[in-house]
């Protein structure tokens, strides 16, 4: 190697960027001894769940936990028997006690919203972030009920924040209809009014020290968005455990059906750091948990207020931020544990009549104003349905790009978020999608429930897509969603497809009606009366052989 210039292709502005960073690690110092905000001592007490060690509850008590978990998808029953103070494990790399922190930092309103969350779940998140933040960067905590039904969450909430000196920040405002929580954050940020404004689940516990890392690439440019590392806090023993490895640094990205992915930093990434606990740029953010400047955050419109309920707001937040000038950073000292819930709520009965899924939905606003044509194309063939749904006038959130004057999607995969392609590469266009149905039963294919890879089978027809929504692309790879099916000990089954993978072995012809695998020379057979998929050599006269591929549209 004799060029001592950087090829042309990494001169992109992350480069840039990393440049600057490495300006600033100057005034922000690793030390000797203890970082200026580090807490002296940290109470270890023993009891139920202390150490974030797993609880557990007196068998009198099962059929309490059952319902809790049914309402909750928690167990707060446990919950209850855990002191809202309890210590946890310091899940933070070493080096993270030592850093220095510069000593001004802006004052922090800590947004949290919620739809009948377990009281005693809801009342540790702040009284957690009370007792691990700095006093004089603690604005306020403001809780947005999301027009929770559950009886506790209304007089017995008040009483206990109002009656307590120690929860004299904390303010709670509720939602007049149940609004998700996408607009529910966006109230949020229209009641706060500190510098900084910080978001937490519902069903959180901060980590020591968690908030000056978040702050401190904020002070350095306030565009930047700052993302805590997410500890598990398990749903039923309420075990704090780390999510991620030690060494592990991960940064947000996603697939082109929209599906939030993590990648590890690339060799350039790794090569420009100094220590492993500093901060670094992440092209996407899972959503639940982050920081940002509050008066830049209202300046990017805050949320497309047209978003449903949740999901997808991770990605029109981060888009918009890079596009327009920004820039996220994930913060390794900064740890929230969060708990990963049994089951989610149905969303069913408050979709505005909106018959399509409620992420997809949402994914197709957001990439309808944020990507370029090109990519466009590639969510449509990963997702062909959501072609269909009508997403409602985007003119207000186009304005906004273009008052912004924010960069194209083509510049933010160039320069920001190119290693998705080593993951995910762009798929190639699909030759027949829709149902696969047997022209000799009737029946459609179907990857039926389970655990992964497991043997697909076929269906009553119901039209509807999801499980029954193939796509075979000019590849020769057939899928459904993020899956593959892929022959197994000669059986088909459906499985992940490999990552970084889109192609494959299979063959369908319009005319003969086959689908042909070409690594097996074999067809995709239904065995009767068994109705099991078995793979036989082709041949076509035999009816349990043709499979109609057809489109389409459910939600007409
Ligand atoms: N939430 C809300 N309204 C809703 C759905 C969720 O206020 O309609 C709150 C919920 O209580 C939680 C936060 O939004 O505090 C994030 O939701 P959730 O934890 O279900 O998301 P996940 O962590 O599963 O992505
Ligand atoms: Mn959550």
Known sequence: MTSTRQSPEFRNDITVLYEQWQEYRSDIKLVEGLGNYEPVTIVEKDGVGEKGKPAYYPTKYEE????????????????DLIALNRSIPDTRNDECQHWHYPQRLPNTSVIIVFHNEALSVLMRTFHTVIFRTPEHLLHEIILIDDFSDIENLKDELE??????TYYNKVKIFRNKKREGLIRSKINGVLKATGEVVAFLDAHCEVNVNWLPPLLTPI?????????PFVDGIDFNTFEYTPVYGKDALPKGIFEWGMFYKEKGLTKYELQNRKHYSEPYYSPTHAGGLFAINRQYFIKLGIYDPGLLIWGGENFELSFKIWQCGGSIQWVPCSRVGHIYRAARYSFADITDNIVAPIDQYNYKRVIEVWFDDKYKEFFYTREPLTRFIDVGDLSSQIELK????CKNFDWYMENIASDVLTQYPYPPKNLYWGEIKTASTGLCLDILNGDLPRKIGVRECHKMGGSQLFRLNTKGQLSNGERCIEIINNTPHIDFCQIGKVNGAWRYDFEDKQFYEQRTDKCLTLEVPSDNLIFEECDDRNPFQIWEFNQLNPWV
């Open 159 to 164: 009483n206990k924040i109002y009656g307590d």
């Open 402 to 405: 273009s008052n912004l004057n």
């Open 64 to 79: 309490q936990v059952i319902n809790a978990i049914d309402t909750y998808g928690i167990n707060s029953v446990v919950s």
């Open 219 to 227: 002070v350095k440019d306030h565009r930047t968005m700052t993302v």
